[in-house]
């Protein structure tokens, strides 16, 4: 199966600081279409997880622009600009090329 | 409005069975390949398996750990996805989600999930 490693596992962040979470794959995640399927996902407590970057760096609708995505084939970095209090959960990469798809393990963002 | 209303959950013993639905509204239930996650009492996201459109085969995958046991289908005239679960165990304990995502007819990408419903496997 594909690993998702995540890093770091957790962080805490002051209001209006970036922060950054990176997902290493453990093999390329370039579809044979030339496209690489990277998900990042925001779980806010209590609830089901919500879309926020798709195919490594489009934002999903209705995402504010604070959030961005990049990387490629192994490596990958989910960035939040400014970090907002609403910004706080548990952040998941998951990747859409291989069987079984996999999520790295979960990034728990806090705020200071 | 999109929903996915997933049911069925509850208490089962260890090699029990259970049937989990995930009622679809809002979208063209029928052109989704559809999928089920799961997620432990305070751990990740882990994903369970998928079934495609039946105009792409309808065909089903697994993870590993539930190959065998779990069967994904569904029922396209009455918007519903189905996870059929068997020889349940304590480490199926979870909450399980149905969710979609892809690209619709106008090229908008959507993604969706339920709220969860949840399952426990205990004697």
């Known amino acids: 199966d594909t690993v998702l490693t995540q890093t770091p596992l957790s962080l805490s962040v002051t209001p209006g600081q970036p922060a950054s979470i990176s997902c290493r794959s453990s093999?390329?995640?370039?579809?044979?279409?030339?496209?690489?399927?990277l998900y990042w996902y925001l779980q806010k407590p209590g609830q089901s997880p919500q879309l926020l970057i798709y195919?490594?760096?489009s934002r999903f609708s209705g995402v504010p622009d604070r959030f961005s995505g990049s990387g490629s084939e192994t490596d990958f970095t989910l960035r939040i600009s400014r970090v907002e209090a609403e910004d706080v959960g548990t952040y998941y990469c998951?990747?859409?090329?291989?069987?079984?798809?996999?999520f790295g393990q979960g990034t728990k963002v806090e705020i200071k | 409005e999109v929903q996915l209303v997933e049911s069925g959950g509850g208490v089962v013993k260890p090699g029990g069975s259970l049937r989990l639905s995930c009622t679809v509204s809002g979208f063209t239930f029928s052109d989704a390949w559809m999928n089920w996650v799961r997620q432990a009492p305070g751990k990740g996201l882990e994903w369970v398996g998928r079934i495609k459109s039946k105009s792409d085969g309808g065909t089903t995958d697994y993870v590993g750990p539930v190959q065998g046991r779990f069967s994904i289908s569904r029922d396209d005239s009455r918007n519903r996805l189905y996870l059929q679960m068997s020889s349940l165990r304590i480490e199926d304990t979870a909450v399980y989600f149905c969710?979609?995502?892809?690209?619709?007819?106008?090229?908008?990408?959507?993604?969706?999930w339920g709220q969860g419903t949840l399952v426990i496997v205990s004697s």
């Open positions: 195919e490594v760096s």
């Open positions: 969710t979609t995502g892809g690209y619709d007819s106008r090229g908008y990408y959507r993604n969706y």
């Open positions: 093999q390329s995640l370039l579809h044979t279409d030339g496209k690489a399927y």
């Open positions: 998951m990747q859409g090329v291989h069987l079984p798809r996999t």
